[in-house]
T-cell receptor, first 113, second 113 residues
Framework: KNQVEQSPQSLIILEGKNCTLQ??????????LRWYKQDTGRGPVSLTI?????NTKSNGRYTATLDADTKQSSLHITASQLSDSASYIC????????????FGKGTKLTVNP | NAGVTQTPKFRVLKTGQSMTLLCAQD?????MYWYRQDPGMGLRLIHY???????AKGEVPDGYNVSRLKKQNFLLGLESAAPSQTSVYFC????????????FGPGTRLTVL
């Protein structure tokens, strides 16, 4: 069964600190992996996309990594800001069509001053 | 551009009532989607459309119907609302392939009493 597991479920850090969020997946055949940021009361917004051949991709203070062999991805946030407080959702696409997106439950990040 | 908009933002229904949620996008996207998001669960696909006049079932289609009469609009209908349909509903759209970034609306919070 295609699944996406994210850890931790929630995380609290102090402003300025770094953190890493994890995503493990069993989706097959793999097409790509996206990280979305969802602010409270808003829809998700794409941060980055990783394809099979990519290991690392950065978007400002966000850096995503992908290990296709172990089926793991991470999202590293550097020098966190209060505005980083949000849920971060890992979404993995399987080849085959629109119904083949598998969403993780998300990691809720709280950045405190 | 307004992006993806949803109407209404909030709604309270009684069991057995019907309603329609409207999604509109001004990005000329071919693909549109309806998701529901429940606490502790990832986004789940209800129905989707790959173009004007087409619709298809997603992961949790029971109790919902959809229509895509115009390219820019995607309607989600509840014919006889049930408390189990209490959720936050998100509409999304994407250009061409479903592997492209999905742009989400702000969500509709629906409560069924």
């Amino acid at each position: 069964k295609n699944q996406v597991e994210q850890s931790p479920q929630s995380l609290i850090i102090l402003e300025g600190k770094n953190c890493t969020l994890q995503c493990n997946y069993t989706v097959s055949p793999f097409s790509n992996l996206r990280w979305y940021k969802q602010d409270t009361g808003r829809g998700p917004v794409s941060l980055t996309i990783m394809t099979f051949s990519e290991n690392t991709k950065s978007n400002g203070r966000y850096t995503a990594t992908l290990d296709a062999d172990t089926k793991q991805s991470s999202l590293h946030i550097t020098a966190s800001q209060l505005s980083d407080s949000a849920s971060y959702i890992c979404v993995v696409s399987a080849q085959g069509g629109s119904e083949k997106l598998v969403f993780g439950k998300g990691t809720k990040l709280t950045v405190n001053p | 551009n307004a992006g993806v908009t949803q109407t209404p933002k909030f709604r309270v229904l009684k069991t057995g009532q019907s309603m329609t949620l409207l999604c509109a996008q001004d990005m000329n996207h071919e693909y549109m989607y309806w998701y529901r998001q429940d606490p502790g669960m990832g986004l789940r696909l209800i129905h989707y459309s790959v173009g004007e006049g087409t619709t298809a079932k997603g992961e949790v289609p029971d109790g919902y119907n959809v229509s895509r009469l115009k390219k820019q609009n995607f309607l989600l209908g509840l014919e006889s609302a049930a408390p189990s349909q209490t959720s936050v509903y998100f509409c999304a759209s994407s250009l061409g392939s479903p592997y492209n970034e999905q742009f989400f609306g702000p969500g509709t919070r629906l409560t069924v009493l």
